[in-house]
């Protein structure tokens, strides 16, 4: 693109030029003979280049002035190159509890159907949010339809009541007063994000001290006195949510809260790197 450009001004300066040179009478504006690169001055006999020869030279020296791109060197060979891997676990407490609950309705008129499960829903959820410390998420509305060999027979309409707390005696009470008319699909302890995140990063710390404390030690083994860290992976992974269904679809249980146990989840972080050994 530049080159095109300052081939442009040059053709604009030589065309000008060699114009008033005519006018002036310096210049002849006369080919010997066809295709001839070359005015004739009838004065003094010398020539002069014409603009398009002018031009193609400017081209050509352009072109040999680009760089010309060399062949990709093969990077050098590398030696004494270690793999290493660590891998570590905690265990860190579940500090929230999760209970799902929810209200069925069966039948054939849907709209009677639809007002019992709002009705008891709304109740549910005035109910919870009276409760201070405790998070209320109502969850998926659904009406769907129940066949029967073939024949729609009746309807099934349904919604989820999500409630998250801290204490797990109060949820466990909350819980059993809502059992009159709600079902408890699960409960299960989950660890909050805020304790994950800070044990996740202490974990991490601890285990990249552990793959330099390896890293040192092999280095030393193989008579060397440092080495180059070349690669590191850092992976982290938990546990799965501690979960229990104490209800089956369609059943109730007692009034009576449930007992519940809060547990561990395990934290895993790997790490894996490779390591180049310096010869001086």
């Known amino acids: 693109m530049l080159s095109a450009c300052i081939v442009r001004q040059w053709e604009q300066l030589l065309c000008d030029n060699l114009n008033q040179r005519t006018k ?11 295709g001839t690169p070359f005015l004739i001055t009838p004065n003094r006999r010398e020539t002069v280049m ?26 050098p060979p590398v030696y004494d190159r270690i793999d290493l891997s660590i891998d570590l676990t905690r265990e860190v407490p579940n ?20 007002d019992e499960v709002n009705q008891a829903m709304g109740r549910a959820v005035t109910k919870a949010k009276q ?4 998070q209320v998420q109502t969850l998926d509305y659904s009406t769907s339809p129940i066949y029967w060999k073939g024949k729609l027979t009746r309807w099934r309409v349904r919604q989820s009541l999500r409630l998250v707390a801290r204490d797990a005696t109060l949820l466990s009470q909350l819980i ?25 990063e202490e974990l991490i710390i601890k285990a990249v001290k552990a793959f330099t404390r390896r890293a040192e030690a092999v280095t030393h083994a ?10 590191m992976d850092i992976n982290k992974a938990g546990g799965p949510v501690t979960r229990m269904a104490v209800q089956a679809a369609g059943l109730k249980m007692q009034a009576a809260p449930p007992a519940l146990e809060s547990g561990t989840q395990t934290l895993r972080t790997h790490i894996s790197g490779t390591i180049e050994l310096q010869t001086q």
Request: net charge positive.
């Open 222 to 231: 193989l008579g060397r006195s440092r080495y180059r860290l070349v690669r």
């Open 131 to 134: 409760v201070k410390g405790i």
């Open 50 to 75: 014409t603009p398009r020869f002018l031009l193609l030279s400017i081209a050509l020296l352009l072109a040999g002035a680009a760089p010309i791109p060399s062949p990709a060197e093969e990077s």
């Open 176 to 200: 059993g007063e809502l059992q009159d008319r709600l079902s408890v699909q699960s409960i299960g302890y989950q660890t909050s994000q805020a304790a994950r995140r800070k044990a996740e």
């Open 95 to 114: 500090d929230v509890l999760v209970a799902v609950l929810y209200i069925q309705r069966e039948g054939t008129d849907t709209p009677k159907l639809a």
């Open 24 to 34: 002036n009478g310096t210049i002849d504006p006369y080919w010997p003979e066809k």
